[in-house]
């Protein structure tokens, strides 16, 4: 079973649209970290939340982490081109030391 | 900060053959570095965890012979595919663990740039 459900795993959009990805679980977090990936690169990590409620933003992009610190979501504003790539969030459970990845959400914003 | 590197980047090698990835994180000593895999736009696979002077711990279904891990000083981690096949070809990535006091977790991991193997 994987304990991070992320969706949805691909999205195609159009430039200046907007877009939200969730990240899911059942149990609880005491960190989630989202990532971006080019192709042929490795994650960078964009963000890193801790708190239940807590939001960040990143120019463009706010990040939620649930009350619960069971889920999160990544909201993208007026996506550019740009932000093309491959999406991860990992995180954390609660009592554990090995980061656990989400399937990942490919994102295609075309002009 | 927090800059892990790979080298190479990208290698080509004939079967049967031993390819070795070298991960340096640059700026901080990594007491904990991880091997990922992952194939074409999928998520990262944990191959193994490997602490600064211990043996390696590998995840279900990753052969400990054919993917040698070495952590010999908390700045350096290095992974060995010996005799490779074809179906080893892939991309993979190492991530380097720094103590984060701030973070509730104690954690936070850095990727390096990826390496990508094919084996011909």
């Known amino acids: 079973t994987q304990l991070l459900e992320q969706s949805p795993q691909f999205l195609s959009i159009q430039e200046g649209e907007n877009l939200t990805v969730y990240c899911n679980s059942s149990?609880?977090?005491?960190?989630l970290q989202w990532y971006r990936q080019e192709p042929g690169e490795g994650p960078v990590l964009l963000v890193t939340?801790?708190?239940?409620?807590e939001v960040k933003k990143l120019k463009r992009l706010t990040f939620q982490f649930g009350d619960a610190r069971k889920d999160s979501s990544l909201h993208i504003t007026a996506a550019q081109p740009g932000d093309t790539g491959l999406y991860l969030c990992?995180?954390?459970?609660?009592?554990?030391?090995?980061?656990?990845f989400g399937k990942g959400t490919m994102l295609l914003v075309s002009p | 900060g927090a800059v892990v590197s790979q080298h190479p980047s990208r290698v080509i090698c004939k079967s049967g053959t031993s390819v070795k990835i070298e991960c340096r994180s640059l700026?901080?000593?990594?007491?904990?570095m991880f091997w990922y895999r992952q194939f074409p736009k999928k998520s990262l696979m944990l191959m193994a965890t490997?602490?600064?002077?211990?043996?390696?711990?590998?995840e279900q279904g990753v052969e400990k012979d054919k993917f040698l891990i070495n952590h010999a000083s908390l700045t350096l981690s290095t992974l060995t595919v010996t005799s490779a096949h074809p179906e080893d070809s892939s991309f993979y990535i190492c991530?380097?663990?720094?103590?984060?006091?701030?973070?509730?977790?104690?954690?936070?991991?850095?990727f390096g740039p990826g390496t990508r193997l094919t084996v011909t």
């Open positions: 700026d901080f000593q990594a007491t904990t």
């Open positions: 490997s602490n600064e002077g211990s043996k390696a711990t590998y």
């Open positions: 149990s609880v977090f005491s960190s």
């Open positions: 990992a995180g954390y459970p609660s009592g554990y030391s090995t980061l656990t």
């Open positions: 939340v801790v708190t239940g409620g």
């Open positions: 991530s380097a663990r720094d103590r984060n006091y701030k973070l509730a977790g104690g954690y936070e991991q850095y």
